[in-house]
């Protein structure tokens, strides 16, 4: 090989490593810079938080993925597990399951010396429609309760694929006030027949 021809195929290579080196770097930039993303909305916020849950809270759970998601699939039942436990970490929510899910205005009942929902006011619909809340589908119920002790012993390791969404409604309903633009509402994903928001800091 000729000393010119052993000139170009070294600088060829010096100028190769260089550029893969340069591209080494800017794709170790962008790919941090996409973990950032990812992790910002989608590990969950109640990752390091110590939280002890009772009967209670794991009932108004359970009956929280029944009433709103017992016809969705599993996906479905936990981006509403995870809509509500977001709500809970939230300050602008009640820092309590049970809190978050029975969350609207409420009468006070002087012969029952009890507070019940407003019809429509409050902020999951089957709490406050007027119905019956009995679970009348035990199958579906006994699965909403196992779901909900299976995420809460594992809420660590299961990532927020609504993207930190604290807010959802139904597809076949017209777009409420309150997911419309300029309300603060970030969508994030449709899964199944909700679609489902997050509401931005």
Same mark, same amino acid.
């Given at each position: ?6 000139? $170009? ?7 190769? +490593?260089? @550029? ?6 800017? /794709? ?6 996409? &973990? %950032? ?8 916020? !109640? ?5 002890? !849950?009772?009967? /209670?809270?794991?009932? @108004? ?6 009433? /709103?998601?017992?016809? /969705?699939?599993?996906?479905?039942? $936990?981006?509403?597990?995870? *809509? =509500? ?12 399951? @049970?809190?978050? $899910?029975? &969350? ?10 009890? !507070? ?11 709490? @406050? ?12 119920? $006994?699965?909403?309760?196992?779901? =909900? ?12 694929? =609504? %993207?930190?969404?604290?807010? !959802? ?5 017209? +777009? ?9 509402? =970030?969508?994030? *994903? ?12």
């Amino acid at each position: 090989m000729s000393f010119k021809k052993l000139c $170009v195929a070294t600088l060829i290579l010096i100028l190769g +490593t260089g @550029c893969m080196t340069l591209m080494a770097k800017q /794709e170790k930039r962008l790919v941090a810079k996409a &973990e %950032e993303k990812i992790m910002k909305h989608s590990e969950p916020r !109640y990752r390091n938080t110590f939280m002890a !849950y009772t009967p /209670e809270e794991i009932k @108004c759970m359970a009956m929280n993925i029944y009433h /709103e998601a017992r016809n /969705e699939s599993l996906a479905g039942k $936990v981006a509403v597990l995870l *809509v =509500t436990m977001n709500r809970v970490i939230d300050k602008r929510f009640p820092n309590t399951i @049970c809190g978050v $899910v029975h &969350e609207g205005k409420h009468r006070y009942n002087r012969k029952k010396d009890a !507070y019940y929902p407003i019809r429509d006011r409050c902020q999951f619909s089957w709490y @406050c429609d007027g119905k019956d809340d009995i679970p009348r589908n035990k199958r579906a119920y $006994v699965y909403s309760i196992a779901l =909900t002790k299976y995420f809460l012993k594992r809420s660590m390791m299961i990532i927020d694929f =609504t %993207e930190g969404a604290t807010h !959802y409604h139904a597809d076949y309903i017209d +777009t409420p006030r309150w997911a419309k633009k300029g309300r603060g509402k =970030t969508k994030t *994903v449709q899964i199944d027949t909700h679609i489902f928001y997050r509401w931005d800091q």
